[in-house]
């Protein structure tokens, strides 16, 4: 059962829709740099939860404010422009939401989703990355959300019977040389964790915690 009602769907819709076309048209993030600050943040986790404040007062804009914010504190977005940069400020006072915009479609279709399978954001994007959502704009944006919906359930079955290691490894678009060259393990040994053959959550301690560092996760987001 999910968190908040559905009453309060659309609100929530409407918020990461505005979010992140403020975070990227705005504010000028990529998209995916944009995301991790989200979901980094405790924001992912009241929606989540269905906090009453964030899903019925805060808008668009004003979380996408509060994500940057959050993000200025976290040693891993050190890239991050300070809120007291006049610039900054100035970009999120003229905002104006597009609701036309792929990035719009793609919070409000991430949304639904979630709020369907009664799935974390965290946990739907290892499993769909939001780049795959975003990909289907131009075929979807005037589809109805049963046929959406029908095609991330072929995406997230797909996805399921990949590994986490797998599926963390092609969202940074690394092959699996490169992965293992970085994180000092063996080719093979990485192959077969990926295929499942091997499991990871009896690997050496040094390989989960080089390849949690090598793939920007915690060990616990590698296990099976």
Same mark, same amino acid.
């Given at each position: 059962m999910?968190a *908040?009602?559905?009453?309060? /769907?659309?609100?929530?819709?409407s918020n990461l829709? +505005?979010?992140?076309?403020?975070g990227?048209?705005?504010?000028?993030?990529?998209?995916?740099?944009f =995301?991790?600050?989200?979901?980094s943040?405790?924001?992912?986790?009241k929606i989540?939860?269905?906090?009453? *404040?964030?899903i019925?007062?805060?808008?668009? $804009?004003?979380l996408?404010?509060y994500?940057?914010?959050?993000?200025?504190n976290n040693?891993?977005?050190?890239h &991050?422009?300070?809120? +007291?940069?006049p610039? =900054?400020?100035?970009?999120?006072?003229?905002?104006?939401?597009?609701?036309?915009?792929?990035?719009?479609?793609?919070?409000t &279709?991430?949304?639904?989703?979630?709020?369907?399978?009664n799935i974390?954001?965290?946990?739907?994007?290892?499993?769909i990355?939001?780049?795959?959502?975003?990909a /289907?704009y131009n075929d979807?944006?005037?589809?109805d959300?049963l046929?959406?919906?029908?095609?991330?359930?072929?995406?997230?079955?797909?996805?399921?019977?990949?590994s986490?290691?797998?599926?963390?490894?092609?969202?940074m678009?690394l +092959?699996?040389t490169?992965?293992?060259?970085?994180?000092?393990?063996? $080719?093979?040994?990485?192959q077969?964790y990926e295929?499942?053959?091997?499991?990871?959550?009896?690997?050496?301690?040094?390989y989960?915690?080089?390849?949690?560092?090598?793939?920007?996760?915690?060990v616990?987001?590698?296990?099976?």
């Amino acid at each position: 059962m999910s968190a *908040y009602n559905n009453n309060y /769907l659309g609100n929530v819709q409407s918020n990461l829709g +505005s979010m992140l076309d403020c975070g990227v048209n705005t504010l000028e993030f990529g998209m995916r740099d944009f =995301y991790n600050m989200f979901l980094s943040s405790d924001m992912s986790d009241k929606i989540n939860k269905g906090d009453c *404040y964030t899903i019925c007062t805060l808008g668009g $804009v004003e979380l996408a404010e509060y994500v940057v914010c959050h993000a200025m504190n976290n040693s891993n977005f050190i890239h &991050v422009r300070k809120a +007291s940069d006049p610039a =900054y400020n100035q970009q999120l006072s003229d905002a104006i939401i597009n609701v036309k915009s792929a990035e719009y479609w793609t919070g409000t &279709v991430i949304a639904s989703y979630a709020w369907e399978k009664n799935i974390s954001y965290d946990e739907l994007d290892r499993l769909i990355p939001i780049e795959d959502i975003y990909a /289907l704009y131009n075929d979807f944006k005037d589809a109805d959300e049963l046929m959406i919906n029908i095609r991330l359930d072929e995406m997230l079955k797909s996805a399921s019977s990949k590994s986490k290691i797998k599926t963390r490894r092609e969202l940074m678009g690394l +092959s699996q040389t490169e992965i293992a060259t970085r994180a000092d393990i063996p $080719v093979r040994t990485l192959q077969q964790y990926e295929q499942k053959r091997k499991n990871i959550n009896n690997a050496k301690a040094i390989y989960l915690v080089n390849l949690s560092s090598v793939l920007h996760c915690e060990v616990r987001d590698l296990m099976e």
